[in-house]
């Protein structure tokens, strides 16, 4: 039985952003998270390592990958930060309904489109034989790969926050339907370098 094991992993904790430089690479702190998560992962199997375009995402992926020998690394827009869902505000609570509305026409357009290639891409079992996949990508796009595991209804990727360096797991197989295997896991993070990237409320 031919399967898919896709891990995914939230990029680590970015540089405070500045307002002539809004794109930041990582902090001190997500370098030691990225770092961490290669050590995690050195003893797996990869076939491929893909990775959104922005700095924090490459830079994960470029610290991660140096712990996995001669697996190929792959810049891809379809796991970048974008909105998966033009989704309906109506019925939202107000937060979210006002989050919504800070999305412009392109954005609405093109992030589920670059969500639905992502999806059709890493969210199938193999043709033959056992694929491992890892993603090095955002909060949303996880956030709707887990709602689509469960068949949950599409708004359901609001309000799904990852931590940085967290590691979710689905196994996609041609025996039955999507198996969600872990979720944020963050077992090989001290508790100094967790919580990071979810809520400013959260408390570890």
């Known amino acids: 039985m031919a399967s898919r094991l896709l891990y995914l992993a939230r990029h680590g904790e970015q540089r405070r952003a500045e307002e002539e430089a809004p794109e930041t690479g990582l902090s001190d702190r997500g370098r030691r998270q990225a770092s961490l998560l290669g050590e995690r992962l050195r003893r797996l199997r990869f076939d491929t390592v893909h990775?959104?375009?922005?700095?924090?995402?490459?830079?994960?992926?470029?610290?991660?990958?140096?712990?996995?020998?001669?697996?190929?690394?792959?810049?891809?827009?379809?796991?970048?930060?974008?909105?998966?869902?033009?989704?309906?505000?109506?019925?939202l609570p107000p937060a979210y309904a006002s989050f919504l509305a800070g999305f412009d026409e392109r954005e609405r357009t093109d992030g589920p489109r670059r969500t639905a290639e992502a999806v059709a891409?890493?969210?199938?079992?193999?043709?033959?034989?056992d694929v491992r996949d890892l993603v090095i990508t955002h909060n949303f796009l996880i956030a709707w790969f887990v709602r689509h595991a469960l068949d949950a209804p599409e708004r359901r990727w609001l309000g799904l926050n990852h931590h940085n360096c967290g590691l979710t797991v689905i196994r996609y197989s041609s025996g039955g339907p999507p198996n969600l295997i872990a979720v944020n896991d963050v077992a090989h993070l001290p508790p100094e370098l967790r919580g990071t990237g979810l809520p400013p409320d959260y408390v570890v």
């Open 51 to 91: 990775h959104g375009p922005l700095r924090r995402a490459a830079e994960t992926a470029e610290l991660v990958a140096s712990a996995l020998a001669g697996v190929p690394v792959h810049a891809a827009e379809m796991v970048g930060d974008h909105l998966p869902h033009d989704t309906d505000p109506a019925g």
């Open 121 to 129: 891409r890493f969210a199938t079992p193999p043709a033959d034989g």
